[in-house]
């Protein structure tokens, strides 16, 4: 398990991870979201010991991050913006994370590079974005570690990409209990994959739960009221949001299907459905309530 506590860095007169608490456990897809600039790529570089915190601490099972190297060998950290030995090749990289790396899977390594269609005797910094991200991927799960960060890891690779390396998190996940840790701007790209997620803004958490209990306590309602009523008359409904397009009102309510259904069938409409929630939709409405300006959140 990994746990943060009182996690902060600032950069001069900049507050770029602020107080950050987090528990994350074994064997979930944790994913880390929020806009560009809010301190994402900065707490895993906290989290993976690769800058000092200011205040607070990082530790995997109790064991303190920072200049610890056994506890950075239970995990690897696959940059944005990808890193390798100047002139190197693929096959120089695995020389080079197998003396790190002690469960590092050589075979399996062979295996991904030929079938990703990658040389392993070609220099890296001669590969496209997308081929350094796949090799980065590749590097990281033949690695054997606990957890694998990932910052932006999907940026910059096609779809079939894309669903391969979501294919790769998931097959150890369930063979040996990795713990991805995942930091995008992008809500769609970790809705299919992700257990628990985090919201990141002005370099704080704003929500962490779990994906599953989000969906069951939040809804969209689609409804047309008897006439003279309004969406002001649902006093019993706890309302987030309401738009309206002619007679069609669409509402997004706090509660389980359940009540919710109870509730609306209670003022007797012409019509009503409950429609579940997107990812994207869920987190705009939490901000909203929040105060937040969520025309400046990037999804």
Same mark, same amino acid.
């Given at each position: ?75 690897? /950290? ?8 100047s ?8 020389? /080079?994370? $197998?003396?790190?790396?002690? $469960?590092?899977?050589e075979? $399996? ?37 606990? /957890? #694998? ?8 690779l *096609?779809?079939?990409? $894309? ?8 097959? *150890? ?18 809705? *299919?994959?992700?257990?628990?997620v985090? #919201? #990141? ?10 994906l ?48 919710v259904?109870a ?37």
């Amino acid at each position: 398990m990994i746990q943060a506590v009182n996690l902060t860095k600032r950069f001069d007169d900049i507050v770029a991870v602020d107080h950050i608490n987090a528990t994350i456990k074994d064997g979930c897809v944790f994913g880390l979201i929020g806009t560009n600039g809010a301190g994402k790529s900065t707490f895993l570089r906290l989290m993976s010991g690769v800058l000092k915190p200011e205040e607070g601490h990082v530790t995997i099972d109790g064991h303190e991050v920072f200049e610890n190297t056994e506890a950075k060998r239970r995990f690897f /950290y696959i940059s944005d913006e990808q890193f390798f030995f100047s002139n190197a090749t693929p096959e120089e990289m695995l020389r /080079y994370y $197998r003396t790190i790396y002690q $469960r590092f899977d050589e075979a $399996r390594f062979h295996k991904l590079m030929s079938s990703f269609g990658l040389s392993e005797k070609r220099k890296i910094h001669t590969f496209s974005k997308g081929m350094k991200k796949q090799v980065s991927v590749i590097c990281g799960i033949c690695a054997g570690t606990d /957890y #694998l960060f990932c910052d932006e890891t999907f940026d910059g690779l *096609d779809p079939v990409m $894309r669903q391969a390396v979501k294919s790769l998190f998931a097959a *150890d996940m369930a063979d040996r209990n990795l713990t991805p840790i995942i930091a995008s701007h992008n809500l769609r790209e970790l809705e *299919d994959i992700c257990d628990h997620v985090g #919201l #990141l803004h002005k370099g704080g958490i704003l929500l962490s739960r779990e994906l599953d209990d989000m969906k069951l306590n939040i809804h969209k309602l689609q409804c047309v009221l008897q006439p003279g009523m309004s969406a002001e008359d649902l006093v019993a409904l706890d309302k987030l949001n309401i738009e309206q397009r002619g007679s069609l009102i669409t509402l997004v309510v706090r509660g389980t299907r359940e009540e919710v259904e109870a509730i609306m069938a209670s003022y007797n409409p012409v019509f009503f459905e409950c429609i579940p929630l997107s990812l994207e939709e869920i987190f705009i409405s939490e901000t909203e309530v929040a105060g937040y300006d969520i025309k400046k959140l990037i999804f």
